[in-house]
C-alpha cells in the first residue's frame, strides 16, 4: 500500500494544472455534433509536394496490416474485432492514403472511406478519438491535395470531424498529442475557406506558437527524447511547411512571420534525426523509439529537400575522430572508421510528460562496420502488461542495474515516478580519443543511496566502459559494498558471441567477417538470453553479455576491432 502511494505521489506531483483540468473536462464534457455542410474549399496557391511515404498498410480491399499483424475488416463491423487498442487506433489514421504507391490502390481507399463514415458514427469512442481523428483529418487532406477529389458527403464528414476535434483538444495530454490537434486545425483551416475555418487556423496556429518552442529544443530535438516521436515532429513540421506554401494565400499576415520561421526549424530537427540513426540509415533504439512507425528516415530526407532544401551535412575530416554533443536533449554521437557510438546521457524527457520514457540513463548503441552491435531491446508493445514493463525497464537497456530495481520508477505502461536525473557530464577529446564521463541519481532511492557512474573511452579500434557504483552501503556481503549490481550489453541478434576459457574474455562475430575481441573485469560474466524489438509486434531472441559486479564497486568491459 505504502509503495503504490509512493508512485502514484511522485507521478503525479509532476503533472500540471492543466492536465488535471483536461482530464476531468474530458471525462464530463461531450460536444454536441454539427451536421452541416462543410465550407467551401480553398483553391491552391502553389505546387502541393509529394509526402513522407510510409510501407503500404492496405493490403487488399478492406485488408490491413499493422503492428506485424494483417487483419481483414468486415464492411459492416469496421474494427470492431480488431486484436488490440493500437492496432484499432491505426486503423482510424488512414495512413495508406499516402503511402508508396497509394495511386494503385485509389479504389480501395475510396471504398474505406466510405465504410468509415457508414459504420463510425459521432461519438465511437476509438475513432473520434482526438489523437486519431487529428491524424486522420491531416491524412485526408493531403490525399486530396495529392489530386483525389473529396466528394460533398466526405467533405462534409471531414468538417464534422475538425468542429468536434475543437472541442476535445488534448490538454489533459499535451506534448505530441495536442501538437498533433493543432496540426489538423491548421490543415482544415487552410484546406477550407470561411469564417469558420479562420477560427479553425487561428486556433491551430495559437497552439503551435505555445508548443514549438518548448517541444522542439534548441539542439533540434523533440523534447520526449525518442527518435521515434522526433522523427514524428519533424514530419509535422515538413507537413506545415508543405500546406501553408501550397494554401499560402490562406495564412494571415499575422502568422506569416510565424511560419516563415520553421524551415529554419526543420532543418535543425534533420541534422539532430540524422545524428541519431545508425549507418543502417534508422534510428537508434532510446526511450519509445521502433522501426516502422514513422516514415523511415531517408524518406523523410528526401520530403524536406523537396520541401526545404538540403541539408549541409559537411564533415570537418581534419581528425578520424567526430564528436557531437546535442547539449539540450541529452545524447552524445561520435564516430571513428568503421564505428559509431550514440550514448544517453539525457533526462527521461519533460517532468509532467515521460509516458515514453525507458529506464536507459547511461545506455548505449554502438556500430560496427556498418553493424549495430551493442543495441538496447527495442519497443514492440504499448499499453499495459509485462511485456511492456519489461521492455521499459533497465535490464533491457545496455547499461547497469543495481539490486534488481529500475533505474527510473517506470510503470504502467506509460508512467514514470522517481526518475533518474544525470550529473556530472564531461566531455574531453584529445586527439583521436574520446572521453565522456557521467553520472545519475536514479537509485538513490535504495538503501545506501547509491550513485551510478559511467565512463566512455573511444578511439579507433577500442571502446572501453567503466561503471562504478557509488555509496555507503549498509550491508557488506563478504567485502561486498552493495547487495547486486549488474551491467549489461545487449548484442543484435545478427552478432554472435563466445567466452574463452577464461570467461573473462571472448569474441564477437559481426556479419561480414569482422571479429571483435571483448574483455571484462571486475566481475563475473555470463552470456544471458534476451530481447531485441525491432519494430511494434515484433519481438526475437538475442544475446547480452551480463557483467556482475564481484565486490569491487567498479566494473569493466573493453572492446577492440
Not at 14 to 20: G, S
Not at 62 to 84: H, K, Q, W, Y
Not at 196 to 204: N, S
Not at 470 to 489: D, I, N, Q, T, W
Request: aromatic share 10%.
Amino acid at each position: 500500500m505504502i509503495q503504490r502511494a509512493s508512485l502514484y505521489w511522485h507521478t503525479l506531483r509532476y503533472l500540471r494544472p492543466a492536465q488535471i483540468g483536461g482530464r476531468v473536462w474530458t471525462k464530463l464534457y461531450r460536444p454536441s455534433t454539427e451536421f452541416r455542410p462543410a465550407p467551401a474549399k480553398r483553391s491552391l496557391s502553389g505546387s502541393w509536394v509529394v509526402p513522407a511515404r510510409r510501407v503500404p498498410s492496405m493490403l487488399g480491399e478492406m485488408t490491413f496490416r499493422f503492428l506485424n499483424e494483417t487483419r481483414r475488416i468486415d464492411n459492416s463491423t469496421c474494427g470492431v474485432d480488431a486484436p488490440a487498442h493500437l492496432w484499432h487506433y491505426n486503423l482510424h489514421y488512414f495512413d495508406d492514403l499516402n503511402a508508396f504507391d497509394a495511386e494503385t490502390r485509389h479504389r480501395w481507399h475510396v471504398e474505406a472511406i466510405e465504410n468509415w463514415i457508414r459504420d463510425h458514427p459521432p461519438g465511437m469512442r476509438d475513432a473520434w478519438a482526438p489523437y486519431p481523428t487529428s491524424l486522420r483529418v491531416v491524412n485526408w487532406i493531403k490525399w486530396a491535395l495529392g489530386g483525389a477529389v473529396l466528394e460533398a458527403p466526405v467533405a462534409d464528414n471531414l468538417a464534422m470531424q475538425v468542429r468536434v476535434l475543437t472541442h476535445r483538444l488534448e490538454y489533459h495530454l499535451l506534448g505530441n498529442h495536442l501538437f498533433a490537434n493543432a496540426k489538423a486545425l491548421v490543415f482544415a483551416g487552410l484546406f477550407f475557406d470561411g469564417e469558420e475555418a479562420v477560427r479553425w487556423l487561428g486556433k491551430g496556429m495559437a497552439i503551435l506558437a505555445r508548443e514549438m518552442p518548448e517541444q522542439i529544443l534548441a539542439d533540434g530535438g523533440q523534447f520526449e527524447r525518442s527518435p521515434m516521436y522526433h522523427a514524428l515532429a519533424l514530419e509535422d513540421v515538413v507537413d506545415l511547411i508543405n500546406v501553408t506554401t501550397v494554401l499560402s494565400d490562406g495564412v494571415p499576415k499575422k502568422w506569416q512571420a510565424f511560419v516563415g520561421s520553421w524551415p529554419a526549424l526543420a532543418q535543425r530537427m534533420r541534422a539532430w534525426l540524422l545524428a541519431m540513426c545508425h549507418p543502417d540509415g534508422e534510428i537508434a533504439f532510446f526511450n519509445d523509439a521502433a522501426i516502422g512507425i514513422a516514415p523511415s528516415p531517408g524518406e523523410l530526407d528526401r520530403y524536406a529537400n523537396e520541401t526545404v532544401g538540403a541539408l549541409d551535412t559537411a564533415v570537418t575530416r581534419d581528425n578520424p575522430l567526430q564528436v557531437l554533443h546535442l547539449a539540450d536533449s541529452g545524447y552524445v554521437r561520435a564516430d571513428v572508421p568503421d564505428a559509431g557510438l550514440l550514448i544517453d546521457v539525457a533526462p527521461v524527457g519533460p517532468d509532467y510528460l515521460p509516458g515514453h520514457a525507458h529506464a536507459d540513463t547511461l545506455s548505449f548503441e554502438l556500430s560496427l562496420f556498418g553493424q549495430r552491435v551493442i543495441v538496447n531491446g527495442g519497443t514492440s508493445r504499448y499499453g499495459l502488461g509485462p511485456e511492456r514493463e519489461t521492455e521499459r525497464g533497465t535490464p533491457a537497456h545496455s547499461t547497469v542495474t543495481v539490486d534488481g530495481q529500475n533505474s527510473s520508477e517506470v510503470w504502467a505502461g506509460f508512467r514514470v515516478a522517481r526518475r533518474a536525473r544525470p550529473f556530472d557530464l564531461a566531455i574531453r577529446r584529445e586527439g583521436g580519443r574520446l572521453e565522456v564521463s557521467c553520472a545519475h541519481d536514479g537509485y538513490r532511492r535504495l538503501a545506501g543511496r547509491p550513485v551510478h557512474r559511467r565512463t566512455w573511452l573511444f578511439q579507433a579500434g577500442r571502446l572501453r566502459v567503466e561503471d562504478r557504483v557509488e555509496g555507503s552501503f549498509p550491508y557488506p556481503l563478504e567485502g561486498c559494498r552493495f547487495k547486486s549490481a549488474v551491467a549489461r550489453f545487449h548484442l543484435h541478434p545478427a552478432v554472435s558471441c563466445t567466452l574463452d576459457e577464461s570467461g573473462s574474455s571472448g569474441r564477437l562475430r559481426v556479419p561480414g567477417g569482422h571479429a571483435v575481441h571483448w574483455s571484462a573485469s571486475g566481475g563475473s560474466v555470463r552470456v544471458e538470453r534476451s530481447f531485441y524489438s525491432p519494430e511494434f509486434g515484433r519481438r526475437g531472441p538475442t544475446q547480452c553479455l551480463a557483467v556482475e559486479f564481484d565486490g569491487a564497486a567498479t566494473a569493466c568491459m573493453e572492446l577492440t576491432w
